[in-house]
């Protein structure tokens, strides 16, 4: 039996059914642990050995990209070698594919881009006198509230309405409004609708699209262009849709538009699991599927492998108390899960006298499990609603030393750490914000004895000054109660913000967050022990990266507003999970936990109006009518709230813990979650006041208990080419870059060569097969201009005068690339920026090269663009990263590639081609077997040298060689 064969022979029956499902519609409802990404997959498979489909037929959309990543990589290895599915892609990758191909063709300007909601925000904030309110008079007063306002122009977007659309609905609301209510209600609308056009208005003026619009232009363009339309319906044969149930309606429409009136669409979910409505998703998607398609099959999965059957029945008697409103209901099928674990798994349900209690019972009970010898303390995990719980457990498995990972989606700014970056950048964007300097002594670089910052406190109520007033009166005349130790520390943090001040005038956000976090934090992080500190200012850092490549001239005082208008939001601050495979116990939200399992699940803080939460709303929501679902619907939120337990229920397969708290300090005692007597059929075990003692006691007891510790570092298990060669100049290093991820200050260098890769790219793409005709306007001059301007960008460079030296060179540059390539003749383009993945031993190498030409022959060549010094000629050393593209071209095309060319931007003759040598490969596949071995070894010895002198960590280490 070959791989196909096998794969075939392992799927259950409704599994089977739903990958051999011929043409046509089709619902797969597919319950928790039954298997789905493994159904897509083998469906692609199928297609592709069965029917010989071209794999780049079938479009398969995903939620986030991180499903998608995973979700091809599995696809491209269970492909036959040679074939590779370049259309697994999220919503808004698809939105951004039409998009870069078509925008023209609705009228969008060439050089839009996508920019994120940041970026956005400042814009808003800059033009915030376009806006004419008065209903909302405190959004026209204060930028504080566009992020409400922000929030809602995203739900229109999600629901596909067009501001011509919402002035429409205004307009009629006006003619039909009677009484004062109605009248004021109306005001408000029509208030609404004005403001959503002066959006759009605004971001189009700045040839920029939010989110949204990859999905609503995408939309108009393939209703206004059907030449456009019929080519791409062309293109995909077949369309998959994962998550189905988390589909927002613009989303919908654009998969209905694409699978036209052949409708070869497979959507995968379950209604059970929708929960982000939060987020714009509409369960009426997946309810209303069949009657969208009457036509479509339906295939239920209900073959469990995850969980024992107590708590897959506990967990269904538990959603049903959504019923009716459930797919099982109206489609009338059946979705009880039948376990195929042998166990049949254990419910325990525990009510703690207070909070602390709780959360020292379970972390006793997971040492228990641990110990037990049967269990990893990654196989365990705790779930809470919100992030705030978190806390009380990180104390107690540090008290414990379990190791543990924090995950979740939201939360950064809250992150003792990052609080105090924040708060050290609010006080250089207003040296009088007391509060802001307070935090600032209590950072380990400046803190101040409590008696000092009275002191300080006293000067400035004394003479009625800020606290930075006071703190420089300090410093140039000290007060007799002044410690000396406390003169120290207001003499450095003055230094600080006079050093800091400077580099905030002249220079990007980023590269100001980067001194501060080298000048201020690092001194105090233990490389070994603080990595997820090293982390947390990671995204602070990442997320001013990202704004200034939106918005370039973007300053202190933006990204400060901006934290500080989403915190006004709700908005915690998100960051992305990174789930690894290191052995620790998880400490997860309920959302950030779908799609993972344990083998022990604790939910923690059950109680109420924390689990269900309060149903806090959109503050600017849709008006009733406007959109698909009505908002506000307390019942709707409630149903929500169930799924979501339902999903934290559903993440166990052995153990499933219950535990909830009587007193967590406030005046009255909490009830249990009214969730947990709806599973029904469960006991829950009170635990007396008595004996625990007081939650003061127990606190005041574990005072001197050990300092926390930190769970082990993960090591990767993929790496790509420059990880392994950073490792290979210094194992610290790599350290530094690629498991602390520390953040570092954008080289102008650097930014100008992942610019011209990102021109030619967008350039080049005409070239690529599409079966269009190509026009000679595609390849000339003004065009390479026009993509030039777009990608453009004065940001990172020290002065105005290398900004501009590198703005004139990048188009010197592009000119001869011109000449270069008429004198070469007219490349066959098989791809550009083509990413890979191959397997080396048990780890994972990956990476992408520039471009892929197919030569006359039928075999491939590939080059690689370079803004750096040139060679003269290939010496294996130079040339190991073209020779690491060819094993992973060749294992992705399954063809030989005879040439590899280095284009050097710098060169006198920048067309360097040679051909591979094979014993120089294998040699090259060794090398970096024994480098990963090494790094598995958890060696990352310093290796001072000469390119310490370039290192962008030298500040942080003291092992640079001058
Ligand atoms: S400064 Fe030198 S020794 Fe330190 S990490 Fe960088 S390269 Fe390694």
Same mark, same amino acid.
Do not use: C
């Given at each position: 039996m070959d791989n196909f064969a096998e794969e075939m022979a392992r799927l259950n029956d409704s599994q089977r059914e739903a990958v051999e499902h011929n043409t046509g519609p089709l619902l797969i409802v597919a319950g928790a642990g039954t298997g789905k990404t493994r159904v897509l997959v083998n469906r692609l498979l199928y297609l592709v050995k069965e029917?010989?489909?071209? %794999?780049?037929?079938v479009l398969i959309l995903t939620f986030g990209e991180k499903a998608a990543n995973e979700l091809s990589e599995r696809a491209d290895q269970a492909l036959p070698l040679g074939q590779s599915s370049d259309?697994?892609?999220?919503f808004h990758g698809l939105g951004r594919a039409l998009l870069n191909r078509h925008g023209a063709d609705i009228?969008?300007?060439?050089h839009a881009k996508q920019v994120e909601d940041t970026a956005i925000w400042i814009l808003l904030k800059r033009n915030i006198e376009l806006f004419n309110f008065k209903y909302y008079k405190q959004l026209g007063q204060s930028h504080k509230h566009l992020a409400d306002l922000q929030k809602h122009f995203s739900r229109l977007k999600d629901e596909n309405i067009s501001a011509e659309d919402y002035k429409k609905f205004a307009s009629a609301q006006v003619e039909s409004a009677k009484g004062l209510d109605e009248e004021i209600e109306v005001e408000r609308v029509v208030e609404l609708a004005e403001a959503y056009q002066v959006y759009n208005k605004i971001l189009l003026d700045n040839s920029c699209l939010d989110y949204g619009d990859l999905l609503c232009y995408s939309i108009k363009l393939l209703k206004e262009r059907p030449n456009i339309l019929a080519a791409w319906r062309k293109q995909f044969k077949y369309i998959m849709v994962d998550e189905?149930?988390?589909?927002?309606r613009a989303q919908y429409e654009l998969v209905k538009l694409l699978a036209?009136? *052949?409708?070869?669409l497979a959507v995968v979910g379950d209604d059970d699991q929708a929960i982000y409505k939060f987020r714009g998703?509409?369960?009426?998607n997946i309810m209303q599927f069949k009657a969208d398609y009457p036509q479509a099959k339906t295939v239920v999965m209900?073959?469990?492998?995850?969980?024992?059957q107590n708590i897959l029945d506990a967990a269904y008697r538990f959603i049903?108390?959504?019923?009716?409103?459930?797919l099982e209901i109206k489609e009338n099928i059946d979705k009880r899960l039948v376990a195929h674990l042998p166990e049949a798994g254990t419910i325990t349900a525990w009510d703690f006298p207070d909070s602390l209690a709780e959360a020292s019972a379970v972390a006793t009970e997971i040492v228990a499990l641990h110990k037990s010898g049967e269990?990893?303390?990654?196989d365990m995990a705790v779930l809470f609603r919100?992030?705030?719980?978190a806390d009380r457990f990180v104390k107690e498995f540090s008290r414990l030393n379990i190791p543990y990972q924090y995950l979740a989606h939201g939360g950064l700014y809250y992150r003792p750490i990052v609080l105090q970056l924040i708060n050290y950048l609010r006080l250089l964007d207003n040296y009088h914000e007391s509060m802001a300097l307070y935090k600032s002594l209590s950072s380990p670089s400046f803190i101040m004895e409590h008696l000092d910052v009275l002191e300080l406190s006293r000067v400035a109520r004394e003479h009625q000054w800020s606290l930075f007033e006071a703190l420089k009166h300090v410093v140039h005349e000290p007060t007799s109660k002044i410690s000396a130790g406390g003169l120290v520390s207001a003499g450095n943090l003055l230094a600080m913000i006079e050093k800091h001040t400077v580099i905030a005038k002249e220079k990007a956000i980023s590269v100001l967050i980067a001194n501060i976090v080298n000048d201020i934090f690092y001194p105090h992080l233990d490389r070994d022990r603080d990595w997820p500190q090293f982390r947390l200012l990671g995204q602070i850092y990442a997320k001013a990266v990202t704004l200034e490549e939106s918005i370039?001239?973007?300053?202190l005082k933006d990204f400060v507003e901006l934290i500080d208008s989403e915190l006004e939001a709700g908005d915690s601050g998100r960051m992305p999970?990174?789930?690894?495979?290191?052995?620790t116990v998880k400490l997860v939200t309920v959302h950030s936990a779908k799609g993972l399992e344990y083998k022990y699940v604790f939910m923690a803080d059950l109680v109420d109006r924390r689990f269900?939460?309060?149903?806090?709303?959109?503050?600017?929501?849709? %008006? *009733?009518?406007?959109?698909?679902e009505s908002v506000g619907n307390s019942e709707h939120h409630l149903q929500e709230e169930r799924r979501l337990f339902y999903v934290g229920m559903t993440r166990a397969a052995k153990g499933l813990y219950l535990t909830s708290y009587?007193?967590?300090?406030?005046k009255l005692a909490k009830k249990p979650s009214k969730f947990i007597p709806e599973i029904g059929g469960i006991v829950t075990t009170s635990f007396d006041?008595?004996?625990?003692?007081?939650p003061l006691d127990r606190a005041i007891e574990r005072l001197d208990e050990p300092a926390l510790i930190t769970p082990p570092i993960p090591l990767p298990t993929k790496f790509s080419y420059s990880a392994l060669e950073t490792y290979n100049h210094c194992p610290l290093q790599f350290k530094f870059r690629h498991l602390l991820k520390l953040p570092i200050e954008k080289k102008g260098l650097t930014g100008f060569g992942d610019m011209m890769h990102k021109i030619l790219e967008e350039f080049l793409?005409?070239?690529?097969?599409?079966g269009e005709e190509l026009s000679e306007?595609?390849?000339?001059e003004e065009r390479f201009l026009r993509v030039y301007e777009k990608y453009w960008?004065?940001?990172?460079?020290?002065?105005k005068q290398e900004a501009q030296e590198h703005y004139q060179l990048g188009k010197k540059y592009g000119r001869r690339f011109l000449e270069v390539m008429k004198a070469k003749g007219r490349p066959k383009l098989l791809g550009l920026e083509v990413g890979f993945e191959f397997a080396l031993g048990e780890w994972t190498i990956y990476s992408k090269v520039d471009r892929v030409d197919e030569l006359p022959d039928g075999t491939l060549r590939l080059i690689d663009y370079k803004t750096g010094e040139p060679m003269e000629k290939p010496i294996y050393d130079k040339i190991k990263q073209l020779l690491l593209y060819k094993i992973g071209v060749e294992k992705k095309y399954g063809r030989p590639v005879s040439s590899l060319v280095y284009y050097q931007f710098?060169?006198?003759?920048?067309w360097l081609e040679f051909a591979p040598n094979p014993k120089e490969v294998i040699k090259l596949e060794e090398e970096m077997l024994a480098t990963i071995k090494e790094i598995q070894k958890g060696n990352f010895a310093h290796k001072p040298g000469f390119l310490c002198r370039y290192c962008d960590f030298r500040n942080a280490c003291e092992f640079a060689q001058n």
């Open positions: 029917r010989q489909v071209d %794999p780049n037929q259309w697994i892609r999220t009228g969008l300007s060439p189905f149930q988390d589909t927002n036209g009136e *052949e409708a070869n998703a509409s369960l009426s209900i073959d469990n492998y995850r969980s024992g049903s108390h959504n019923n009716p409103d459930r269990m990893d303390w990654k919100s992030h705030a719980a370039a001239d973007a300053r999970v990174i789930i690894d495979d290191a052995d269900p939460s309060n149903d806090r709303g959109d503050k600017i929501p849709l %008006p *009733e009518g406007l959109g698909t009587r007193d967590s300090g406030g006041f008595d004996t625990t003692g007081t793409t005409p070239l690529l097969p599409s306007e595609a390849l000339s960008t004065s940001a990172g460079y020290e002065t710098k060169a006198e003759d920048e």
